[in-house]
């Protein structure tokens, strides 16, 4: 008997509120996919919820796509504590991420918080912008691309920033990441988006309205815990109209990086900073900023004849 990839800890999923013209998303991460990604690196705790959050976002939006690639959830800013912060789904269910920061910023932007977790604007600072891109497995087609300024608070803000900006869908967005007491990493996020009213709906503004109230008492406890059941949380949510939840994909952690991939971006690269990066036996050590694995490739591999 095959199970629902909802019944287990790691998946992504579609639902859709009986009889109403709302749409919507959940997605719930843990040892299978969050936990490793966030215990790889040494992030403080609140950048690992954070990157956490982006990487549960990704997932939420990957679930629905209509073709094989993948969409990465990347905040970054020129001048921010945090540089480069990136979540990736991938269509088959694989996800990783990773962030680069400045760790001396860190301390300093903590010690005024008081240990409180900080705003987006803090950690992005002046030229933060969030970018939604979704890439084809198909070469002949470009990336798209949207993008929009972190102005709000939680990266769930500005998430509904850009479905609003971007794409003109009225969307409400909710991210939740613990440790639990054990070390142990789970994440939880739920997206719902109104339907546009047409001649067979009619007006959809009562719909919203009442998903959008019935949305706003899910709690971040709820939304992370995994011993809770995706179909649970839904009834408790919407039971009175009713929702139907679609089996979902399972999510895992699942980097996407190899030796031959890695190469074609050395051989980007300008000679003068190739060169830089050789070391005395001839050799480029290379790690994963996403999974850390170590790559040891000979020069002759980059800068000799393509295969």
């Known amino acids: 008997m095959t199970h629902p990839a909802h019944s287990t800890g790691d998946f992504a999923a579609s639902f859709q509120i009986q ?3 709302v749409r919507g998303r959940v997605a719930r991460m843990s040892a299978g996919s969050i936990g490793p990604i966030l215990a790889r690196h040494d992030y403080p705790t609140h950048l690992a919820s954070l990157l956490g959050e982006a990487v ?18 990347q905040a970054e800013a020129d001048d ?20 680069r920061y400045d760790a001396e910023a860190w301390t300093t932007l903590d010690r005024i918080n008081k240990g409180k977790a900080p705003h987006m604007p803090q950690l992005f600072g002046r030229t933060g912008r969030l970018g939604l891109i979704l890439i084809q497995d198909n070469p002949n087609i470009q990336p798209y ?25 009225p969307t409400r967005v909710r991210l ?16 719902i988006q109104r339907v546009a009213g047409d001649e067979t709906r009619g007006d959809t503004d009562e719909d919203w309205r009442q998903a959008e109230a019935l949305f706003a008492t899910l709690t971040p406890g709820e939304l992370s815990d995994t011993g809770l059941p995706a179909t649970e949380l839904l009834y408790r949510l919407f039971h009175e109209q009713g929702v139907s939840l679609e089996d979902g994909v399972p999510v895992t952690d699942h980097c996407t990086c190899n030796e031959d991939r890695l ?17 005395p036996d001839g050799t480029l050590a290379i790690d994963c900023q996403f999974c850390a694995r170590h790559y040891t490739i000979p020069i002759t591999r980059v800068t000799g004849p393509v295969n």
Not at 66 to 72: N, P, S
Not at 270 to 278: E, G, I, M, S
């Open 19 to 21: 009889g109403r013209a």
């Open 56 to 73: 549960a976002l990704a997932a939420l939006v990957g679930a629905s796509l209509k073709f094989d690639g993948r969409i990465l959830v």
């Open 80 to 99: 921010g504590v945090v540089r480069m912060l990136v979540g990736e789904y991938s269509t088959r269910g694989g996800v990783r991420g990773y962030a």
């Open 145 to 169: 691309q949207g993008v929009v300024p972190l102005t709000k608070g939680t990266l769930a803000q500005c998430a509904e920033d850009y479905f609003a900006m971007s794409e003109q869908v």
């Open 176 to 191: 939740s990441v613990e440790e639990t007491a054990s070390g142990e990493w789970t994440a939880g996020g739920m997206m």
């Open 263 to 279: 190469i074609q971006t050395l051989r980007q690269m300008p000679d003068d900073a190739l060169h830089d990066l050789v070391e």
